[in-house]
């Protein structure tokens, strides 16, 4: 089973040379290196060249890099694919999109600008119009890999409060995660903004993990960790895992029909649940090996 683990995946902008420079020693999964919000109109094209530049130079290492460009209705969108798509990355952002023909049209621009045919496309769902349309949306392309949740973007549109448990956008944090299951991609959680909330950071990772998100996406260093621990196997889930798999692997071999660990039954959701979380676990360790190398 192959798995990429994207627990933390770290916002910077593209016209922060320092930051793009500090980048290559951050214990983060993965970059969004950012063309669009994070970049004044004025920047946009240097802060193009200057991404240009990093991604030809590389050194980023085992962390996944992302491009975020601006909206192909910009006037920087169709520059930012044509520059950067055969740079490398591993993936293109496209941000705004609401509907199942922006996909195609995402995808139309890569394969105009050269692109490799498989390189991936993630979205950002952040407007109402995204989310009610996010069943057509997510089953658009297949090169369609992942769903980014803009809940900033999404909680103007929606008008909702600040509020403990981020009740406003719950219900669309939910539809966003049950889309990305739906047609097998990885769904991240949006950005929380209060650097000095530690504690409503970590209680906004949690609450991401309990939702199904595969991991958050970050503003700044510090918030690394915490996104790497709450969104990685415990210890005991690891060895919860490994005792399922082969307690079923027993059963099987000795012509059981069914499977039972300490007093409860063990279905075949059980089992292929175990095998996703270690194989999580697996590719977070072999990513501490290689980053300690």
Sequence with gaps: M???????????????????EKARTLPVDGLILDLEDAVAPEAKETARTQLAAALKTGGFGRREIVVRVNGLDTPWGHDDV????????DAILFPKIQTPEEVLDCVAALDAAGAPRDLPVWIMAET????????????????????????SDLSRDLRARPAPGR????????????????YG?????????????????????????????DGKTLIHPKQ???ANIAFAPTASEVEQSRAIVAAWAEARAAGKGICVLNGKLVEKLHVEEAERLLALHDAISRMGEAAAA
């Design 128 to 151: 109402p119009r995204c989310i009610m349309g996010m069943d057509a949306i997510a089953g658009a392309s297949p090169r369609l890999a992942c769903l980014v949740a803009g809940t």
């Design 224 to 226: 690394i960790e915490a």
């Design 2 to 20: 192959q798995i990429r683990p994207r627990r933390s995946v770290l916002y910077l902008p593209a016209s922060n040379a320092r930051a793009l």
């Design 167 to 182: 009740i406003g956008v719950i219900s669309a944090l939910s539809i966003i995660v049950i889309a990305a299951r739906a």
């Design 82 to 89: 044509a520059a950067l798509a055969r740079l490398g990355p």
């Design 185 to 213: 991609l990885d769904a991240l959680d949006g950005v929380h903004l209060d650097l000095n909330d530690e504690a409503g950071f970590l209680a906004a990772c949690e609450q991401g993990r309990d939702l199904g998100f």
